[in-house]
């Protein structure tokens, strides 16, 4: 079972900031937070990924909470084609052989 | 990021042939892979973990004679729906785990099969 939690929808204003939060409050230590998108009929894009300090790459920023149970993604300038399934998921990372288990993850929708 | 391509992208098969959906990681070597299947409007389900050189290990629920997994060489795996019937219809994913970035994971394209 998927251990994290995201809401089922949001909506975005293109050029806007889309912050898509997560709950995880059972992550362990030395488990990692992934962040993956998928627009339909593709497969799933790696976006960005963090233990406990917060993150930032060419496409997103991802906070984390201090305490690990929750983080946000943060898409800063959201555009039309960042419309997607958003999946938001914990792994260990560590002995490399963890599996990705997806949950329902947050569709966003950006409107023009 | 690293890059995984799958083949073929569409396949139409008929009731009770096999069809092989090969997964190749073009820039890196990945001793591990996984295969996943994605019905519409549902999120992915894992099928199972393929490790080069050994027997793939199969999901709860997962016929492993139906769904045969190979993983020969650490660029490619393939997996093989066998007897194929209307109900495989899906769109199946690959993942490859690239330790050479953070053992992230990256995904295929995905592959659309279609059993007439």
């Known amino acids: 079972d998927a251990k994290t939690t995201q809401p089922t929808s949001m909506d975005c204003a293109e050029g806007r900031a889309a912050n898509l939060p997560c709950n995880h409050s059972?992550?362990?230590?030395?488990?990692?937070v992934y962040w993956y998108r998928q627009i339909h009929s593709q497969g799933p894009q790696y976006i960005i990924h963090?233990?406990?300090n917060n993150e930032t790459n060419e496409m997103a920023s991802l906070i984390i909470t201090e305490d690990r149970k929750s983080s946000t993604l943060i898409l800063p300038h959201a555009t039309l084609r960042d419309t997607a399934v958003y999946y938001c998921?914990?792994?260990?990372?560590?002995?490399?052989?963890?599996?990705?288990?997806f949950g329902k993850g947050t569709k966003l929708t950006v409107n023009p | 990021g690293a890059v995984v391509s799958q083949h073929p992208s569409r396949v139409i098969c008929k009731s009770g042939t096999s069809v092989k959906i090969e997964c190749r990681s073009l820039?890196?070597?990945?001793?591990?892979m996984f295969w996943y299947r994605q019905f519409p409007k549902q999120s992915l389900m894992l099928m199972a973990t393929s490790n080069e050189g050994s027997k793939a290990t199969y999901e709860q629920g997962v016929e492993k004679d139906k769904f045969l997994i190979n993983h020969a060489s650490l660029t490619l795996s393939t997996l093989t729906v066998t007897s194929a019937h209307p109900e495989d219809s899906s769109f199946y994913i690959c993942s490859a785990l690239s330790r050479g970035t953070g053992n992230t994971i990256y995904f295929g394209e995905g592959s659309w099969l279609t059993v007439v």
């Open positions: 963090g233990l406990k």
């Open positions: 820039d890196f070597q990945a001793t591990t």
């Open positions: 059972t992550i362990s230590g030395n488990e990692y």
């Open positions: 998921i914990v792994r260990v990372a560590i002995s490399g052989s963890e599996k990705l288990v």
